[in-house]
């Protein structure tokens, strides 16, 4: 039996100036690509080392938001999970502004 490693860190926001807030994210399979969950929503980043916040991460980019459920929950922890199947997800749940 293999045991998987899912790597889970906490990502820091600043919404206001010295106002941290403070969120999960998990890595997506074998990408450089983190799910954060925010307010119902997970948001497909790439996150870097916060310098003002030791020991927590930031957003670099957002690439985009999806509904939070258990299906995108589901599909995001498979640690084979493929470029096809996750743009099955944007198809499906894919959040718009």
């Given at each position: 039996?293999?045991?998987?490693?899912?790597?889970?860190?906490?990502?820091?926001?600043?919404?206001?100036?010295?106002?941290?807030?403070y969120?999960?994210?998990?890595?997506?399979?074998?990408?450089?690509?983190?799910?954060?969950?925010?307010?119902?929503?997970?948001?497909?980043?790439?996150?870097?080392?916060s310098?003002?916040?030791?020991?927590?991460?930031?957003?670099?980019?957002?690439?985009?938001?999806?509904?939070?459920?258990?299906?995108?929950r589901?599909?995001?922890?498979?640690?084979?999970?493929?470029?096809?199947?996750?743009?099955?997800?944007?198809?499906?749940?894919?959040?718009?502004?």
């Amino acid at each position: 039996m293999k045991i998987e490693f899912k790597k889970v860190v906490a990502v820091v926001l600043e919404v206001e100036v010295n106002v941290p807030e403070y969120f999960k994210a998990q890595k997506i399979a074998n990408s450089d690509f983190y799910a954060v969950e925010i307010d119902g929503l997970i948001i497909v980043s790439n996150l870097m080392p916060s310098n003002k916040y030791r020991g927590y991460y930031q957003q670099l980019s957002e690439l985009f938001a999806l509904k939070d459920n258990a299906e995108v929950r589901e599909k995001l922890a498979r640690p084979d999970l493929t470029a096809a199947e996750l743009m099955s997800l944007l198809d499906r749940y894919q959040v718009h502004d």
